[in-house]
C-alpha cells in the first residue's frame, strides 16, 4: 500500500472565503502566460483559506463597467500556507484574462473567492497518477506534482504534457526541477509546432503510443486530464481505445466555457416561445417561461437580472441561489455542501426546472 493517510493534525480547511488577495508578484512563464503570486491582504502570514492541490480560485473585477468574475486553477502547492499561485494565459477575447495579464502591477489587492473544485488529487484516492495536460491546463498538474513531490508521496507520477512551441512549454523550468528531486516522477511532453527548433522530445499530438510508452499498466491507473475541449475528447477517446475505464478518469475542461456576464445579457438562444415551466425570480419581481433545455441562470440573463456565475459547470459555486418552491434538475452539483442542499440552494448554472420554481435572486 503506497498511498498517503491523510495527515494527523490537518489545516483548517475554509471553505466558501471571500476577501481581499494582495498581488506580490507577477513572473513570466512563456510567451502571454504569467503566475500572480497573491498574498494576505496585509501583505504577510497565512492565506485565510487551506486548498486542496487541484482546485482554483474565483477572482473578480470591474472592467468597463461590468463586473467579471472568471475561475482559474492554482498552480502552486498547499505546504505553502503564506501564498497561493495563479498562473494564467492571456485569451485574446478574454476580458479577464487581458486584465489580468496587462494591467494588474504588485501591490493590486484583488478580489476573491473559494477555494472551490472536486478536480483534485491530493495522494490518499490511489496509488500512482497519470497526468495528462495541453496548454495552460498545466497549471493543476503542476499543483498536483508539487505537493505530492514535497510530501515525498511513494506513487509513481506520470506527467504527459502537450504544448505548441518547445517555448509554449509552461513550467519548463519547474518540471525539470520537480524531476531532480523526484525519482517516481516520469515526465513526456510532446510539442506540436516543434519545426524549426532543436526539441529533442516526442512531436506532434499525443498518440496511444507515446501513452503506452510512457505509463506501463495504463488502464489500471487513475489519469487526471486538464486541457481545451478538443484536447480532452481526443485525450478521452484514446484511452477508451486502450481499454482504460471511464471512472478512472478525472477531467477539467480549460477555457472552453461560454462568456460569462453578470450584468444582464444573454446566452440563451430561445428560438421558439417557451413553454416549460414558469420560474419567478422573486428578488426582482419576474417570471417567466422556460425554453425546453434552458438553464435558470441563463433565463435570468434573457430578464436582465444578474445572478454572478463564473465557470457555467457546476464547479464554482457563484452561481449559488436559493430556490423557495419547486424542483430542479442539475447535471453537475460539485460546487454544493450538504449544507446549502438542505437549505434549498441551487446552482443556477445547472438548473434544469422540473416544475414552477421560484428562486431568490
Ligand atoms: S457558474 Fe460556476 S457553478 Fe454555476
Same mark, same amino acid.
Given at each position: 500500500?503506497? %498511498?498517503?493517510?491523510p495527515?494527523e493534525?490537518?489545516?483548517?480547511?475554509?471553505?466558501?472565503?471571500?476577501?481581499?488577495? @494582495?498581488?506580490?508578484?507577477? =513572473?513570466?512563464?512563456?510567451p502571454g502566460?504569467?503566475?500572480? *503570486?497573491?498574498?494576505?491582504?496585509?501583505?504577510?502570514?497565512?492565506?485565510?483559506?487551506?486548498?486542496v492541490?487541484?482546485?482554483?480560485?474565483?477572482?473578480?473585477?470591474?472592467?468597463?463597467?461590468?463586473?467579471m468574475?472568471r475561475?482559474?486553477?492554482?498552480?502552486?502547492?498547499?505546504?505553502?500556507?503564506? !501564498?497561493?499561485? #495563479?498562473t494564467?494565459? @492571456?485569451?485574446? @477575447?478574454?476580458?479577464?484574462? *487581458?486584465?489580468?495579464?496587462?494591467?494588474?502591477? =504588485?501591490?493590486?489587492?484583488?478580489e476573491?473567492?473559494?477555494p472551490?473544485? $472536486?478536480?483534485?488529487?491530493?495522494?490518499?484516492?490511489?496509488e500512482?497518477v497519470?497526468?495528462?495536460s495541453?496548454?495552460?491546463?498545466?497549471?493543476?498538474?503542476?499543483s498536483?506534482? *508539487? !505537493?505530492? %513531490?514535497?510530501?515525498?508521496?511513494?506513487?509513481?507520477?506520470?506527467?504527459? !504534457?502537450?504544448?505548441?512551441?518547445?517555448?509554449?512549454? +509552461?513550467?519548463?523550468?519547474? &518540471?525539470?526541477?520537480?524531476?531532480? @528531486?523526484?525519482?517516481? #516522477?516520469?515526465?513526456?511532453?510532446?510539442?506540436?509546432?516543434?519545426?524549426?527548433?532543436?526539441?529533442?522530445?516526442?512531436?506532434?499530438?499525443?498518440?496511444?503510443?507515446l501513452?503506452?510508452?510512457?505509463?506501463?499498466?495504463?488502464?489500471?491507473?487513475?489519469?487526471?486530464?486538464?486541457?481545451p475541449?478538443?484536447?480532452?475528447?481526443?485525450?478521452?477517446?484514446?484511452?477508451?481505445?486502450?481499454?482504460?475505464?471511464p471512472?478512472?478518469?478525472?477531467?477539467?475542461?480549460?477555457?472552453?466555457?461560454?462568456?460569462?456576464?453578470? %450584468?444582464?445579457?444573454?446566452?440563451?438562444?430561445?428560438g421558439?416561445?417557451?413553454?416549460?415551466? #414558469?420560474v419567478?425570480?422573486?428578488?426582482?419581481?419576474?417570471?417567466?417561461? +422556460?425554453?425546453?433545455?434552458?438553464?435558470?441562470?441563463?433565463?435570468?440573463?434573457?430578464?436582465? +437580472?444578474?445572478?454572478?456565475?463564473?465557470?457555467?459547470?457546476?464547479?464554482?459555486?457563484?452561481? $449559488?441561489?436559493k430556490?423557495?418552491?419547486?424542483? =430542479?434538475?442539475?447535471? &453537475?452539483?460539485?460546487?454544493l455542501?450538504?449544507?446549502?442542499?438542505?437549505?434549498?440552494?441551487? #446552482?443556477?448554472?445547472?438548473a434544469?426546472?422540473?416544475?414552477?420554481?421560484? &428562486?431568490?435572486?
Amino acid at each position: 500500500m503506497s %498511498t498517503l493517510t491523510p495527515p494527523e493534525v490537518a489545516p483548517p480547511v475554509i471553505a466558501n472565503w471571500r476577501g481581499q488577495l @494582495r498581488l506580490g508578484s507577477i =513572473v513570466t512563464e512563456a510567451p502571454g502566460v504569467k503566475t500572480f *503570486r497573491l498574498l494576505p491582504s496585509s501583505g504577510e502570514g497565512f492565506l485565510p483559506f487551506t486548498f486542496v492541490p487541484g482546485q482554483f480560485l474565483n477572482v473578480a473585477f470591474g472592467i468597463g463597467g461590468a463586473r467579471m468574475n472568471r475561475s482559474y486553477s492554482i498552480s502552486s502547492s498547499p505546504t505553502q500556507r503564506d !501564498y497561493v499561485d #495563479l498562473t494564467i494565459k @492571456r485569451e485574446p @477575447r478574454g476580458a479577464v484574462s *487581458r486584465h489580468m495579464v496587462d494591467l494588474l502591477a =504588485v501591490g493590486d489587492l484583488i478580489e476573491a473567492g473559494g477555494p472551490v473544485g $472536486k478536480f483534485t488529487f491530493d495522494g490518499t484516492e490511489a496509488e500512482s497518477v497519470v497526468l495528462i495536460s495541453a496548454g495552460v491546463g498545466i497549471t493543476p498538474m503542476v499543483s498536483i506534482t *508539487r !505537493y505530492l %513531490t514535497e510530501r515525498s508521496w511513494p506513487g509513481d507520477i506520470f506527467f504527459i !504534457y502537450t504544448c505548441r512551441t518547445p517555448a509554449d512549454f +509552461i513550467f519548463s523550468g519547474e &518540471v525539470a526541477a520537480l524531476q531532480k @528531486r523526484n525519482p517516481k #516522477l516520469r515526465v513526456a511532453v510532446t510539442s506540436t509546432k516543434a519545426e524549426g527548433t532543436d526539441w529533442k522530445g516526442p512531436r506532434g499530438r499525443l498518440t496511444k503510443e507515446l501513452l503506452t510508452q510512457t505509463v506501463p499498466d495504463l488502464a489500471s491507473r487513475r489519469i487526471h486530464i486538464c486541457g481545451p475541449a478538443t484536447m480532452m475528447e481526443a485525450t478521452k477517446a484514446l484511452l477508451t481505445e486502450l481499454g482504460v475505464p471511464p471512472d478512472q478518469v478525472k477531467s477539467e475542461l480549460f477555457g472552453a466555457t461560454k462568456p460569462a456576464v453578470s %450584468t444582464g445579457g444573454t446566452t440563451a438562444k430561445p428560438g421558439a416561445a417557451a413553454t416549460g415551466p #414558469l420560474v419567478t425570480f422573486s428578488n426582482n419581481s419576474k417570471s417567466a417561461k +422556460i425554453h425546453e433545455g434552458q438553464t435558470v441562470l441563463e433565463l435570468s440573463e434573457e430578464l436582465g +437580472i444578474g445572478i454572478e456565475n463564473s465557470c457555467r459547470v457546476g464547479t464554482c459555486g457563484l452561481c $449559488k441561489v436559493k430556490m423557495t418552491a419547486g424542483e =430542479v434538475d442539475m447535471e &453537475v452539483q460539485d460546487s454544493l455542501d450538504e449544507d446549502d442542499k438542505a437549505n434549498g440552494v441551487i #446552482l443556477a448554472c445547472q438548473a434544469k426546472p422540473k416544475t414552477e420554481v421560484t &428562486v431568490e435572486a
